[in-house]
């Protein structure tokens, strides 16, 4: 790709300043970007030279464990937990009891993380194969496209808290007190 255009369209993906970056918005000569739980306003423009497109195949030069980092660092600290707690079973259970046959280890596993035998024979391959990034669910990565204002979301929230005590509330009453609130 050449040094002077950059693709900043929604749902790009792009590298920028150490970390992977989706635009999730572009207003004119603006983009907003998101890196997990982090929004970046950055002047369109600026982008050029100093991004470089995640979407476009890998050069050469560059070595798979450079794009694990990648996927790696586009997960939420809460999300990163996860996986490294999931490792750590497979770890304990299917790569470290040797004495156990391997389809108990891995029924051991399935029955700890709440997944079948076969799912876990499938994650511990990509595990052995890949490491972290061999458990990350791919649809953990997808951005989520709101079509509901926050600040709705947070007035649905205070109507619903205001029920706390009460009997349950029906959901046009809610939904009548919630617009009230927003509007």
């Known amino acids: 790709m050449s040094t002077d255009s950059l693709d900043v369209s929604i749902g790009a993906r792009l590298w920028f300043q150490g970390s992977a970056w989706t635009v999730v ?35 050469e030069g560059q070595s798979q464990t450079e794009l694990d980092a990648v996927v790696l660092s586009a997960l939420s600290a809460a999300q990163r937990r996860a996986v490294e707690a999931e490792a750590q079973v497979f770890d304990d259970l299917v790569l470290g009891i040797i004495e156990v046959p391997l389809e108990e280890r891995y029924q051991r596993a399935g029955e700890q993380l ?70």
């Open 25 to 59: 918005e572009h207003d004119g000569a603006t983009v907003l970007l998101r890196s997990g739980d982090s929004l970046r306003k950055v002047h369109a423009p600026s982008l050029v030279g100093l991004a470089q497109p995640l979407d476009d195949q890998v050069d």
């Open 114 to 183: 709440r997944i079948s035998a076969r799912t876990a024979r499938r994650r511990a391959a990509r595990y052995a194969d890949r490491g972290l990034v061999g458990l990350v669910d791919a649809r953990l990565l997808q951005t989520s496209r709101r079509s509901v204002a926050q600040e709705w979301d947070q007035a649905c929230l205070q109507v619903l808290d205001s029920f706390k005590d009460l009997s349950n509330p029906t959901m046009k009453s809610v939904l009548l007190k919630t617009n009230a609130l927003y509007l």
